[in-house]
């Protein structure tokens, strides 16, 4: 096999999407000259015409490389990576066996098992195994989307030793990130097999990955059991990649591990840029057949001829075919189903005798007439809205100008009194000596509610924004068709005008709600140092919290990050940097020490992230640095993790004995974790939603809330159900009308469902 280039070996990728792309990219980024051939004529005139791109975040990077279809491509191929659809396999396959050379070779980067397949066209000595775990997606032509870290294993098949050309291959691909080289390559394709199955059933339903698999385990661990029963009939040994650890899925687990296990895999899916598969966007986005069907045909085979039942990997393939031109049926009940089949009732049901108690409904749905009539209630009084929210956003409120925070609460009082009426009581707990906003508490009664449940609902919010004062000046309250703009109006103004309007149709149509507790502190921005106990105090005694901060790209939040904030100090002793080097202990040296330390304190698989942010030390570069300071941001997604990092801060010493290290700071939010009676509501709320027609998301993210206290202190929490929009804290802040419409009803049909059950 000749290459133009002995430094840089040439490859031709044949399937240029996701994965193809991805590896296309990385390969010729570091040099190698690289040949596309795809079949999709768009996609190929477009890596001609810009090169191939790959966008990351906000950012998008192109490199030139050859671009063809099979009917353009001329002249014989080498090293073949071969990356199309599974389905696709062998038309790929026998296109370049034709133009194979005697020493060239294939390796199969697909998902599924195609190594035979491939090896009938072109010999099993031209082909080797692969392993690829890849988030990415083909978002436009000639442009793949890098969904985050994955896993690439590369193998002779059959468990054969690596040999020099998988290694060759191997040190080639690690331009683009953590590729390895292994004998037991089907143990890592089986594992895969389990995995991929459960992220297929997720594309059963529109919602992210991470949250589906987290609240249908009995469905996901029965799948994979399924799977993983052939694979121990087979003898293969089952490889871990990424966050999955594939030992406590297999039949007859400990649950208790298999649970740890479950807590890690969602974990890090939820710390991913692409919160739902490939599977979901070929059906959703693509409309196009799925591939997923063609990957499992080798396990049914073998289930067969073993003698092992399938019945939920069947269910769940015979539910992707049906979505195949029709993904307006998908559905979460479709999961709830796969939980039934599985033994286990879905979250929200009367759990069966041998099983655990499942959470309870927080409330019942009420009539789907009742629902509408709120939708088109509010919808009349649209207008009403927009005025309400515009009065509200030129009313100024910097967390740091308590002028303007008592002026815009004076306003609010006034606004709630013409809107909601005279509350039962109402309470001022002032915060002005502490610098900040004053805390408003009103409480409305219950109107024929019949719900066992008597306790208020906690209806959280905050009247403070990050705008300076004088931001109005120049960026005042803007409204272009159904497009609002204007400081705060997404974080949060229009949420509380939401959830006021909410109460304002139930009370005109006469439906019923339960009593509600209406909050509102002036320093959430700034970390609700002086009302969060107030609020937890609050919360005690409250059925539960409706938190009406902004949506999360349309989404409710069921699991937030908690946030840490903290100030590493080292001090050491000065000294002349020339003429006495070795009289002085140096404050910066030490904190360079410490913070590779603390480096090694990430988990990005359990969701923690830790960043050293400032750092500031010593005076002059020719005196020993005396002082040394480095500022530290901490996210975590589990208590155990908030643990683990308080611990392992406590426990910093010194690297040199002559310097002193110190740790101030603490936790600003406790962690908001998905509990049972949190996804409970969110189940209801979700239901709530498609009575008025909308399909409703869940989202974890790694902003804190004021729902971090209440959930950390015992009270379940709604959370994200305010305005729909984006541009937090930026000058692109901005919401919709026909959000603040959908919004107000979904929040005033949950209402209702609370007063009923």
């Given at each position: 096999?000749?290459?133009?280039?002995?430094?840089?070996?040439?490859?031709?990728?044949?399937?240029?999407?996701?994965?193809?792309?991805?590896?296309?990219?990385?390969?010729?980024?570091?040099?190698?000259?690289?040949?596309?051939?795809?079949?999709?004529?768009?996609?190929?005139?477009?890596?001609?015409?810009?090169?191939?791109?790959?966008?990351?975040?906000?950012?998008?990077?192109?490199?030139?490389?050859?671009?063809?279809?099979?009917?353009?491509?001329?002249?014989?191929?080498?090293?073949?990576?071969?990356?199309?659809?599974?389905?696709?396999?062998?038309?790929?396959?026998?296109?370049?066996?034709?133009?194979?050379?005697?020493?060239?070779?294939?390796?199969?980067?697909?998902?599924?098992?195609?190594?035979?397949?491939?090896?009938?066209?072109?010999?099993?000595?031209?082909?080797?195994?692969?392993?690829?775990?890849?988030?990415?997606?083909?978002?436009?032509?000639?442009?793949?989307?890098?969904?985050?870290?994955?896993?690439?294993?590369?193998?002779?098949?059959?468990?054969?030793?690596?040999?020099?050309?998988?290694?060759?291959?191997?040190?080639?691909?690690?331009?683009?990130?953590?590729?390895?080289?292994?004998?037991?390559?089907?143990?890592?394709?089986?594992?895969?097999?389990?995995?991929?199955?459960m992220?297929?059933?997720?594309?059963?339903?529109?919602?992210?990955?991470?949250?589906?698999?987290?609240?249908?385990?009995?469905?996901?661990?029965?799948?994979?059991?399924?799977?993983?029963?052939?694979?121990?009939?087979?003898?293969?040994?089952?490889?871990?990649?990424?966050?999955?650890?594939?030992?406590?899925?297999?039949?007859?687990?400990?649950?208790?591990?298999?649970?740890?296990?479950?807590?890690?895999?969602?974990?890090?899916?939820?710390t991913?840029?692409?919160?739902?598969?490939?599977?979901?966007?070929?059906?959703?986005?693509?409309?196009?057949?799925?591939?997923?069907?063609?990957?499992?045909?080798?396990?049914?085979?073998?289930?067969?001829?073993?003698?092992?039942?399938?019945?939920?990997?069947?269910?769940?393939?015979?539910?992707?075919?049906?979505?195949?031109?029709?993904?307006?049926?998908?559905?979460?009940?479709?999961?709830?189903?796969?939980?039934?089949?599985?033994?286990?009732?879905?979250?929200?049901?009367?759990?069966?005798?041998?099983?655990?108690?499942?959470?309870?409904?927080?409330?019942?749905?009420?009539?789907?007439?009742?629902?509408?009539?709120?939708?088109?209630?509010l919808?009349?009084?649209?207008?009403?809205?927009v005025?309400?929210?515009?009065?509200?956003?030129?009313?100024?409120?910097?967390?740091?100008?308590?002028?303007?925070?008592?002026?815009?609460?004076g306003?609010?009082?006034?606004?709630?009194d013409?809107?909601?009426?005279?509350?039962?009581?109402?309470?001022?707990?002032?915060?002005?000596?502490?610098?900040?906003?004053?805390?408003?508490?009103?409480?409305?009664?219950?109107?024929?509610?019949?719900?066992?449940?008597?306790?208020?609902?906690?209806?959280?919010g905050?009247?403070?924004?990050?705008?300076?004062?004088?931001?109005?000046?120049?960026?005042?309250?803007?409204?272009?068709?159904?497009?609002?703009?204007?400081?705060?109006?997404?974080?949060?103004?229009?949420?509380?005008?939401?959830?006021?309007?909410?109460?304002?149709?139930?009370?005109?149509?006469?439906?019923?709600?339960?009593?509600?507790?209406?909050?509102?502190?002036?320093?959430?921005?700034t970390?609700?140092?002086?009302?969060?106990?107030?609020?937890?105090?609050?919360?005690?005694?409250?059925?539960?919290?409706?938190?009406?901060?902004?949506?999360?790209?349309?989404?409710?939040k069921?699991?937030?990050?908690?946030v840490?904030?903290f100030?590493?100090?080292?001090?050491?002793?000065?000294?002349?940097?020339?003429?006495?080097?070795?009289?002085?202990?140096?404050a910066?040296d030490?904190?360079?020490?410490?913070?590779?330390?603390?480096?090694?304190?990430?988990?990005?698989?359990?969701?923690?992230?830790?960043?050293?942010?400032?750092?500031?030390?010593?005076?002059?570069?020719?005196?020993?640095?005396?002082?040394?300071?480095?500022?530290?941001?901490?996210?975590?997604?589990?208590?155990?993790?908030?643990?683990?990092?308080?611990?392992?801060?406590?426990?910093?010493r010194?690297?040199?004995?002559?310097?002193?290290?110190?740790?101030?700071?603490?936790?600003?939010?406790?962690?908001?974790?998905?509990?049972?009676?949190v996804?409970?509501?969110?189940?209801?709320?979700?239901?709530?939603?498609?009575?008025?027609?909308?399909?409703?998301?869940?989202?974890?993210?790694?902003?804190?809330?004021?729902?971090?206290?209440?959930?950390?202190?015992?009270?379940?929490?709604?959370?994200?159900?305010?305005?729909?929009?984006?541009?937090?804290?930026?000058?692109?802040?901005?919401?919709?009308?026909?959000?603040?419409?959908?919004?107000?009803?979904?929040?005033?049909?949950?209402?209702?469902s609370?007063?009923?059950?």
């Open positions: 096999m000749t290459d133009p280039s002995p430094e840089r070996a040439a490859y031709t990728v044949v399937g240029g999407g996701a994965i193809g792309g991805t590896l296309a990219f990385a390969l010729a980024r570091a040099g190698h000259p690289v040949t596309v051939v795809d079949t999709d004529p768009a996609h190929v005139a477009a890596i001609r015409a810009r090169g191939l791109v790959v966008a990351h975040g906000g950012s998008r990077t192109s490199v030139p490389v050859d671009a063809a279809t099979p009917d353009e491509f001329t002249g014989t191929l080498g090293r073949v990576l071969l990356a199309v659809k599974a389905q696709a396999t062998g038309t790929a396959a026998a296109w370049i066996a034709a133009r194979l050379e005697p020493d060239g070779y294939v390796v199969s980067l697909q998902n599924g098992f195609n190594e035979d397949l491939i090896a009938q066209h072109v010999g099993a000595r031209r082909t080797v195994a692969a392993f690829v775990n890849i988030f990415a997606d083909v978002v436009e032509p000639g442009v793949v989307l890098d969904g985050g870290a994955g896993a690439l294993v590369v193998g002779e098949p059959g468990g054969s030793p690596v040999s020099p050309r998988v290694r060759a291959v191997v040190a080639d691909l690690q331009s683009w990130g953590p590729a390895v080289a292994s004998d037991n390559v089907e143990g890592y394709l089986w594992a895969k097999a389990g995995f991929g199955a992220l297929a059933a997720t594309a059963l339903a529109d919602a992210p990955m991470a949250d589906l698999i987290d609240r249908h385990r009995p469905a996901m661990a029965a799948l994979t059991g399924e799977i993983f029963a052939v694979s121990d009939r087979l003898g293969v040994t089952l490889e871990a990649f990424d966050a999955f650890d594939p030992l406590p899925f297999r039949q007859g687990t400990d649950p208790a591990e298999r649970d740890a296990a479950f807590d890690r895999l969602s974990a890090w899916l939820r991913q840029a692409k919160d739902r598969s490939g599977i979901w966007r070929d059906l959703a986005v693509r409309h196009r057949p799925v591939e997923v069907t063609t990957h499992y045909a080798g396990v049914f085979e073998h289930a067969a001829r073993e003698g092992l039942p399938t019945p939920l990997l069947r269910t769940v393939m015979d539910g992707l075919r049906s979505l195949e031109g029709a993904p307006d049926g998908m559905s979460e009940g479709r999961l709830e189903e796969l939980d039934r089949l599985a033994g286990s009732p879905a979250p929200g049901r009367t759990a069966e005798p041998d099983h655990p108690a499942a959470p309870a409904k927080p409330g019942r749905l009420p009539a789907a007439e009742q629902a509408a009539a709120v939708r088109s209630w919808d009349e009084h649209r207008e009403d809205m005025a309400d929210l515009d009065a509200y956003t030129s009313q100024g409120s910097a967390s740091d100008d308590l002028d303007d925070l008592a002026a815009c609460l306003w609010l009082r006034d606004w709630l013409r809107r909601l009426g005279t509350p039962d009581t109402e309470e001022i707990l002032p915060r002005a000596k502490a610098g900040t906003g004053d805390i408003l508490v009103r409480r409305y009664p219950a109107r024929d509610a019949v719900a066992e449940d008597g306790r208020p609902v906690l209806l959280l905050h009247y403070d924004t990050v705008w300076p004062t004088g931001t109005l000046d120049d960026w005042p309250f803007r409204r272009d068709g159904d497009h609002i703009s204007g400081p705060g109006v997404f974080d949060m103004k229009a949420g509380l005008v939401q959830a006021v309007w909410g109460l304002r149709a139930l009370d005109a149509l006469g439906l019923p709600r339960p009593a509600c507790t209406l909050m509102l502190n002036g320093d959430e921005e970390g609700s140092l002086t009302s969060h106990e107030a609020i937890v105090a609050e919360s005690h005694g409250s059925r539960l919290a409706m938190v009406f901060e902004a949506a999360a790209d349309g989404a409710i069921t699991a937030r990050k908690g840490g904030l100030t590493l100090t080292v001090t050491g002793s000065e000294a002349h940097a020339g003429l006495d080097p070795t009289a002085g202990a140096s910066v030490e904190l360079a020490h410490q913070i590779l330390r603390l480096a090694d304190l990430r988990a990005p698989d359990a969701g923690t992230s830790l960043n050293v942010g400032v750092v500031e030390g010593g005076t002059r570069s020719n005196v020993t640095a005396g002082r040394a300071v480095g500022r530290i941001d901490i996210r975590v997604a589990s208590a155990a993790e908030q643990d683990r990092i308080s611990e392992a801060l406590a426990a910093l010194p690297v040199d004995p002559r310097t002193r290290v110190q740790i101030t700071g603490d936790w600003n939010r406790p962690v908001f974790e998905r509990t049972e009676q996804a409970a509501l969110a189940e209801l709320t979700r239901r709530c939603a498609a009575l008025l027609g909308e399909d409703l998301r869940e989202a974890s993210v790694g902003g804190a809330s004021d729902g971090n206290f209440v959930v950390a202190a015992g009270t379940p929490v709604l959370d994200g159900i305010g305005a729909v929009g984006s541009g937090a804290h930026a000058r692109s802040e901005n919401t919709s009308v026909s959000g603040m419409v959908a919004r107000s009803a979904l929040a005033a049909t949950v209402l209702v609370l007063a009923a059950g």
